[in-house]
T-cell receptor, first 112, second 112 residues
């Protein structure tokens, strides 16, 4: 049972480049979310999904895009990377609204 | 809106000392409350949770009680160990989407 798997673990991008952060879970969870973690800011919600084909924006969605074509996968796309997107990104999944989330190990992204 | 406020760190304790990390929340209705722990270089792990008033969550010697009258969910441990050194996040979940709202985190360092 792998849980939540994020790839890559580390990435360096140049300003203006695009890329996709991958997230996959094997627990058949309905809920999936993307957070970014910045020093002194805690974790902030970027986008989330309550099931395949359903996504919505969180607190800081600008510059990011998501889709949910399957229950297992929830990729996060950076459309045109900016230095302000330098952060650690976490994907998380959960069964229902009342349960705690399972987090991936994170992707550390640096935009230069 | 909904929010979580937790005590700022860092907190430095000697081994076997008593730990309290304060957490208060603002929310409409009755959210679920969580404590997550993040060890260096890792993702977040659910430490404990409480889903209704007066519930006590506990795990690995840590405890927290859901206090509706004071809107608080303070984390306590009677005797900390060096291995408890980590960042601790208080979080709430409210609404049908079940998204987590995090505090900014408290870094705990335990010295031998």
């Amino acid at each position: 049972n792998a849980g939540v798997t994020q790839t890559p673990k580390f990435q360096v991008l140049k300003t203006g480049q695009s890329m996709t952060l991958q997230c996959a879970q094997d627990m058949n969870h309905e809920y999936m979310s993307w957070y970014r973690q910045d020093p002194g800011m805690g974790l902030r919600l970027i986008h989330y999904s309550v099931g395949a084909g359903i996504t919505d924006q969180g607190e800081v969605p600008n510059g990011y895009n998501v889709s949910r074509s399957t229950t297992e996968d929830f990729p996060l796309r950076l459309l045109s990377a900016a230095p302000s997107q330098t952060s650690v990104y976490f994907c998380a999944s959960s069964w229902t609204g009342g349960d705690g989330y399972t987090f991936g190990s994170g992707t550390r992204l640096t935009v230069v | 809106g909904n929010s979580v406020t937790q005590m700022e760190g860092p907190v430095t304790l000697s081994e076997e000392a008593f730990l309290t990390i304060n957490c208060t929340y603002t929310a409409t209705g009755y959210p679920s409350l969580f404590w997550y722990v993040q060890y260096p270089g890792e993702g977040l792990q659910l430490l404990l949770k409480a889903t209704k008033a007066d519930d006590k969550g506990s795990n690995k010697g840590f405890e927290a009680t859901y206090r509706k009258e004071t809107t608080s969910f303070h984390l306590e441990k009677g005797s900390v160990q060096v291995s408890d050194s980590a960042v601790y996040f208080c979080a709430l979940k409210w609404g049908s989407q079940g998204n987590l709202i995090f505090g900014k985190g408290t870094k705990l360092s335990v010295k031998p």
